[in-house]
């Protein structure tokens, strides 16, 4: 690895919180050159501008969360263990989650929604990959008969997805985890 791609990515990994901290919007230069303890030009030789950074920041914060996921998923032989492995992630996690800020995917959905495409976008092929997931565990866990065989893998991708961000977002609102407990004891 090069130098400047060192330093582009350290760069990436101290602006990722700060973003999802603050939003993505709300953010400032000057919490960047701060927390990277580096000035703006400096900053600037190596992103275009702002928003390059917070696309690149959202990427980091969505892989860390994505990567640990893949771990979880091919530690589990059962399509139901999957699952469950996958939604007590997020229960166990919550502590470390609220204190960073929240679930970065609903973090950059709120914040981008009608103001900042392109991270609107990254934030729905987030999505869409976490969906595609689920379905494809639901779908291989019928097929090996794991799960019902009447079990509707996109339906159950969406609830599945609802309930957690959902959980996430009334037990950092509330400041109680119960909510999330809840939504994960119904999956």
Known sequence: MSKAEETRNYIIEQAAPIF???????????QLTRAINMTKGAIYGNFKDKDEIALAAFDYNFGRIAERIREII???ENACDKLVAMA?????????ISKTGGCPVLNAATDS?????PLKNRVA????SWLDTVAHIVTSGIQRKQIKPNARPDQFASVFVSL???????SKATGNIIHLSRNVDHL
């Open 125 to 128: 092929q987030a999505l869409d």
């Open 164 to 170: 957690i961000e959902g959980g996430i977002l009334l």
């Open 113 to 117: 929604d009608d103001v900042h495409l």
């Open 88 to 96: 007590n992630f997020y229960l166990d996690g919550f502590p470390e």
């Open 20 to 30: 999802n901290m603050h939003g993505y919007k709300g953010t400032t230069m000057s």
């Open 74 to 76: 091919r530690s589990r």
